[in-house]
């Protein structure tokens, strides 16, 4: 008999691993390794999540009307260019099987996404990265990596995990810079959190090119990671791509339910916001005064640099803090092994937090 053997590149993934849970003998858990919200998901997500529970035996509406529309009363745009996903990843993943395959190229930032080479390796396609400047993307440097076999770019903006951004002109620019058979791909999980005026989550590209993409999520500021939703904005003949690729019914009915809901809810994403941009800075300011480096975040979360080779390591202050029930995010697997990605928690808990790490560099 002969040996099952996957598709080339199914076997070079390296499984991906989301931030830990739980600690052995831990009697509470301070959870930061994820990008969570701090508050739950919405009240009235929750509240229709709910009310929804009892007709789940019904399947959801598979093109996702009335999220769909509400998305684009919100954003003011067009319905019928909006595609909904379980997750952005789940988009992500079906514009790599749209548009890239065997002997194609999907570049990104050095320190870009983990899900960009899985979803290219996926489909046998080639990721590739260009370097950072100040880990932040750096367009002559994408520009310059670019080759014949480039199908599609990925920008995560902000990027995840180093926090930083480009203004939309950069963006611009690097679409400009592209060929017109190559798919540029904004992903902006975080934009829900950006409060600088010259940042665009990408809808004006999306909106104006037929080659851009834009993601989105609400497992960040909507706090409902857990039921998967996302969504993308493009020209129509890419959203009828997505359409024909995606399952049926790739959306749940509770998650339509609560993403409905959650848009509805503009106190709790002002509450949010206004909680994250607080101690986002507060924990930037107290990172440094321990003389540590950090980036300074536009998303929800701090990635802060350790000293190398020594006692208080990267390394060394995941341990300590796991020995106190704090978890965070080790970056080895992004390039950055020196750094922990630390999210932004409640007030509880990034003060305990704080408190953790001024014991840890005292030592």
Not at 179 to 200: C, G, H, K, P, Q
Not at 294 to 321: G, I, M, W
Request: glycine share 8%; proline share 4%; aromatic share 8%.
């Amino acid at each position: 008999m002969g040996k099952l053997t996957p598709r080339p590149g199914i076997m070079d993934i390296t499984p991906y691993k989301g931030g830990e849970s739980s600690l052995k003998g831990a009697e509470r858990i301070i959870k930061l390794s994820s990008n969570e919200g701090p508050f739950g998901p919405s009240p009235r997500a929750v509240e229709a999540m709910k009310n929804a529970s009892e007709t789940q035996h019904r399947y959801p509406d598979g093109r996702a009307t009335r999220l769909r529309a509400k998305l684009a009363e919100k954003f003011n745009l067009d319905a019928d260019r909006i595609v909904c996903g379980a997750g952005s990843d789940e988009l992500l993943g079906l514009l790599c099987r749209a548009y890239a395959g065997p002997g194609d190229e999907v570049l990104y930032s050095d320190h870009g996404f983990l899900m960009y080479p899985i979803a290219a390796k996926s489909v046998g396609a080639t990721p590739v990265t260009a370097m950072e400047t100040d880990l932040t993307t750096d367009v002559d440097a994408m520009l310059a990596a670019v080759t014949d076999k480039t199908r599609i770019v990925f920008v995560a903006n902000p990027n995840n995990p180093t926090g930083t951004y480009i203004p939309n002109s950069e963006m611009k620019r690097l679409r400009d810079g592209l060929r017109d058979d190559i798919l540029l791909v904004i992903d902006a999980a975080y934009a829900e959190f950006m409060t600088e005026e010259d940042y665009d989550a990408g809808m004006s590209l999306a909106s104006t090119t037929n080659n851009t993409v834009m993601t989105r999520t609400f497992s960040k500021m909507y706090g409902l990671g857990g039921v998967r939703l996302g969504w993308s904005y493009s020209c129509f003949e890419i959203a009828d791509v997505l359409n024909r690729a995606r399952n049926p019914f790739n959306v749940t009915a509770l998650a339509l339910t609560a993403g409905e809901a959650a848009l509805d809810d503009e106190l709790f994403v002002a509450k949010t916001r206004k909680h994250n941009t607080k101690w986002l800075r507060w924990t930037e300011e107290n990172v440094r005064k321990l003389g540590l480096e950090c980036t300074t975040s536009y998303a929800n979360f701090v990635l802060v640099r350790f000293p190398h080779q020594s006692k208080h390591s990267s390394r060394n202050a995941d341990e300590f803090l796991r020995s106190k029930g704090i978890i965070v995010r080790a970056m080895a697997s992004y390039g950055l092994g020196d750094c922990l990605r630390i999210s932004i928690g409640t007030e509880e808990e990034m003060t305990l937090l704080m408190d953790a790490l001024k014991e840890f560099m005292s030592k």
